[in-house]
């Protein structure tokens, strides 16, 4: 297992919620792949 790190979104924003998991578990993933879609108050952005 990893970490996965959240890009910091506003210094307002404390949390945010997972969208879509876009790879399937056990999927091979490469550096700077697109793994889940997440949203804030004010942006959905991927991870």
Excluded at 6 to 32: C, M, N, Q
Aim: charged residues 35%; proline residues 2%.
């Amino acid at each position: 297992m990893i970490d996965i790190k959240v890009p910091t979104v506003g210094e307002s924003i404390t949390e945010v919620t997972l969208l879509k998991w876009i790879k399937k578990d056990g999927t091979y993933v490469v550096r700077d792949e697109v793994i889940a879609e997440l949203e804030s108050e004010k942006a959905t952005f991927e991870v």
